[in-house]
């Protein structure tokens, strides 16, 4: 038995440290750009959050039998192919992607499907952590730009402040204001529908709430985003065209992104009383 152990060992040992080298520097790369594009800061956390899931599954995992499965070989196989036809063709997403079907491969291979299925959701969710392919980011951010900035213009409108738009330009009297990519709210986007899965997984216990709480990461990041434009239109009207600049406009997009958070949190709790209810 110590010796199947060990050969078991062994055998995780040598395909991981083989993973390792085939993606060390793709994945240097993708810590990279977490440092440089503020759209993917939360990647620097995503990975310690798979890896609290897991933790969570410890015990079951530790009693549960591996049956090497040989399908998983083309699981494997598929992975590998991904990573070599994304680095012919240059493209990033679908080699760091591979990464997680390489992982699932693997698993299959020397634990099962047993072994998989519980592991399936941290290894999932490690996709949070890939950036988007920029083709994706411009369709999804395009149309939020401008979404938002028809929605802060109706907004300001009506709350009597002199407005008027073209596009994604936003014309007041005393400054003319860009909805940029970076205030289009594929940010907030990103991170409250990260956060909003791993609060899901966390405290709500039936499948209706957890797919509810993670649908209202959608329409809060929306709000959160025209309130941030709002804000911006309202202070630049008072105060000054200085207020859209430097540091009150990242001070006023934490304060906004706070605002979110609070709200997200709020939206579990409101689900989380309802269920407890329905089970009385």
């Not at 990519?181 to 709500?204: K, P, T, W, Y």
Request: charged share 15%; proline share 4%.
């Amino acid at each position: 038995m110590q010796a199947i152990l060990t050969a078991q060992r062994m055998q995780w040992g040598v395909l991981f440290l083989a993973l390792g080298v085939l993606y060390f520097a793709l994945l240097r790369e993708m810590a990279g750009d977490w440092a440089i594009d503020p759209n993917y800061s939360h990647g620097y956390l995503i990975p310690f959050i798979a890896a609290y899931f897991l933790w969570q599954r410890r015990e079951k995992l530790l009693k549960i039998e591996s049956r090497p499965a040989g399908t998983g070989l083309l699981i494997l196989g598929a992975g590998l192919g991904m990573f070599f036809l994304g680095d012919l063709a240059a493209e990033y997403f679908t080699m760091r992607f591979s990464f997680l079907v390489v992982l699932a491969g693997i698993v299959l291979v020397l634990a099962g499907w047993a072994v998989l299925r519980l592991v399936l959701f941290p290894l999932g969710y490690l996709i949070f952590m890939i950036p988007l392919p920029y083709t994706l980011y411009d369709s999804i951010a395009f149309p939020l730009k401008l979404f938002a900035a028809k929605a802060a213009t109706a907004v300001l409108q009506i709350i009597w402040i002199p407005i008027h738009r073209e596009g994604n330009i936003l014309i007041l009297e005393n400054q003319t204001l860009e909805v940029a990519d970076a205030c289009s709210g594929i940010r907030s986007l990103v991170s409250l529908l990260a956060l909003g899965v791993a609060m899901a997984a966390m405290f709500q216990r039936t499948t209706p709430r957890r797919i509810a709480l993670v649908a209202a990461a959608v329409p809060i990041a929306l709000f959160v985003n025209v309130l941030r434009i709002v804000v911006t239109g309202l202070l630049t009207h008072y105060v000054g065209p200085e207020a859209a600049l430097g540091f009150f406009h990242e001070f006023e997009g934490m304060v906004v992104f706070a605002v979110a958070l609070v709200m997200l949190f709020g939206t579990n709790l409101v689900l989380d009383r309802m269920g407890r209810k329905a089970e009385l």
